[in-house]
C-alpha cells in the first residue's frame, strides 16, 4: 500500500516536472490581453456623422443624439424620426405597421420596444404572420434594451427600423441618473 | 570606443561649441578654409601658365549674365486626368473609384420604385405635406399620385405623424430641442386636462 502511493507520488512529480520545463510557449504565458495596457472607449452615440441613435428613455419619450428629445411613441430610421401615433403595445397591428411594408429598399430589421416587458404571448401571435408575409424579420424586446440593440443594429450600418414605445415602469437605473433627472425637471432646457 | 579616445585626445574640443560656432557664423567677413597642399599646387600652377585666362575668369562676363537672366521656364503638360489612358474594360467592374458621401437616409434609394410601394423620402414627404394642408393633400390625392392603395394610405396617415419641433425661447444658455408628435396638441389649451383625448386611439378609420 505504501509502495503503491510512492509510485503514484513519483508518478505527480514526474509530471508537475514535465509540466514546468513544457518548451510550448502557450503554457508559459497565460492567454489574453497582453499589450501596454493602454485602451481606447469609443462612444457611437457621440459620433453625429454615424447615425441617429437614441440616449436616453424616460415614460415620456426619448432622448436622441442630436439634442432632439421626443415625446411619446417613435418610430426611428437610421437618419430620420417619425411619431408613431399609438397607445401602446396592444395597438400594434398590421395596420399601425403598415409604413414598414410599402417601403423600398425593404427594411432588414424592424426593433420593436414593447414599453414594459410583456409575458402574455399572445400579443406577438399577428406580429409573426406580419413578419412572414413580409419578410421582414421582427426583434421584440423591452424598450430598455430594445433602444441600445437599435443603436447597435445603426451603427453597423443596416437598414433598421425602431419602433419603440416610452416603458411606464423603469427598471434598470443608476442614482446618477435619478440626480440628472431631478436637475433637467429643475431647469427642463439645459442639456445634463 | 573611437568616441572615448578622441574624447581623452581633445577634451575641450566641444567645450561651449555653439557659442563659438554662432560667434564664427556672425563674422561679416568669412575666411575661406585652405585647400588641400596637392589643390594649393595645382592653382598656382594655373595661375603661372594661364595668368590671362585666370584673371579674366575672375571678371563678370555681363553677355553671359544676360543670357542667363533671360532663361524663363514654361511648362506645357496637360492635366493628368488628360494624360492618363482610359480603362476600358469589357467586364462589369467598377469604374468609378470616387469617394462617395453618405446617403441622407442611410441607404441608397432604388431608381425604380416597384408597383404599390414608395421610398422613405417619399413617405416622409408626403405625411408633412397631408399634415400641413390635409384638405388640398389628402389621402385620395396621395393614393393616386403614389399609386398606393387608399386603406393603406389612410392607416400610414393615421398612425405616423411628422413632429412638430419645439425650441426654447431663451437661446443662449439651452442647447436641447424638443419634438412632440404634431397631433392637435391638447396640452396647449390651459383649461383642459392634459390627457390625450381619445379620438386619436386606434380604431376611428375615417380622420
Not at chain 1, 424579420?137 to 433602444?147: D, H, K, N
Not at chain 1, 437598414?159 to 431631478?182: E, M, R, W
Not at chain 2, 521656364?73 to 473609384?97: A, G
Amino acid at each position: 500500500m505504501i509502495i503503491l502511493r510512492q509510485v503514484s507520488f513519483l508518478k505527480c512529480i514526474g509530471s508537475v516536472i514535465r509540466r514546468s520545463i513544457s518548451t510550448n510557449p502557450d503554457l508559459r504565458n497565460p492567454r489574453g490581453y497582453d499589450d501596454d495596457g493602454k485602451t481606447s472607449v469609443h462612444i457611437l452615440n457621440k459620433d453625429e456623422d454615424l447615425a441617429l441613435m437614441i440616449d436616453g428613455y424616460s415614460q415620456v419619450g426619448f432622448k436622441l443624439n442630436n439634442r432632439v428629445t421626443v415625446l411619446g411613441p417613435m418610430v426611428i430610421f437610421p437618419r430620420s424620426v417619425l411619431s408613431w401615433n399609438i397607445n401602446d403595445i396592444n395597438d400594434v397591428n398590421d395596420d399601425s405597421l403598415s409604413l414598414f411594408k410599402v417601403l423600398v429598399p425593404k427594411l432588414d430589421i424592424i426593433v420593436l420596444g414593447t414599453g414594459d416587458k410583456v409575458t402574455e404571448r399572445d400579443v406577438f401571435a399577428s406580429f409573426r404572420k406580419f413578419s412572414k408575409d413580409h419578410k421582414i424579420s421582427f426583434e421584440i424586446l423591452p424598450t430598455e434594451t430594445a433602444c441600445a440593440t437599435f443603436n447597435f443594429l445603426n451603427a453597423e450600418g443596416r437598414n433598421v427600423v425602431g419602433a419603440l414605445i416610452p416603458p411606464q415602469t423603469i427598471l434598470h437605473f443608476t442614482d446618477d441618473d435619478i440626480v440628472k433627472s431631478s436637475l433637467r425637471y429643475d431647469n427642463p432646457f439645459v442639456r445634463n | 570606443m573611437g568616441r572615448a579616445i578622441s574624447k581623452i585626445k581633445n577634451p575641450l574640443r566641444d567645450f561651449n561649441l555653439e557659442n563659438r560656432a554662432h560667434k564664427l557664423i556672425s563674422k561679416p567677413d568669412k575666411q575661406a578654409a585652405p585647400k588641400h597642399p596637392k589643390d594649393q599646387e595645382d592653382l598656382n600652377r594655373i595661375k603661372k601658365e594661364y595668368n590671362a585666362s585666370f584673371q579674366e575668369s575672375l571678371k563678370k562676363n555681363e553677355t553671359l549674365d544676360k543670357h542667363l537672366k533671360d532663361v524663363f521656364v514654361v511648362s506645357h503638360d496637360k492635366p493628368i486626368d488628360e494624360f492618363m489612358p482610359k480603362i476600358e474594360s469589357k467586364r462589369p467592374l467598377p469604374q468609378d473609384r470616387s469617394q462617395k458621401i453618405d446617403f441622407l437616409f442611410g441607404h441608397k434609394e432604388p431608381d425604380n420604385i416597384p408597383l404599390g410601394k414608395t421610398t422613405l423620402r417619399k413617405a416622409l414627404l408626403f405625411i408633412s405635406k397631408h399634415q400641413e394642408d390635409p384638405k388640398n393633400y389628402s389621402a385620395e390625392v396621395i393614393a393616386h399620385e403614389h399609386n398606393l392603395p387608399l386603406k393603406l394610405v389612410n392607416n400610414i396617415l393615421e398612425y405616423y405623424k411628422v413632429f412638430q419641433v419645439y425650441v426654447p425661447e431663451v437661446q443662449s444658455t439651452t442647447k436641447a430641442t424638443f419634438a412632440g408628435p404634431s397631433r392637435k396638441p391638447a396640452f396647449q389649451f390651459k383649461d383642459e386636462p392634459k390627457v390625450l383625448p381619445s379620438k386619436f386611439k386606434k380604431g376611428n378609420d375615417d380622420t
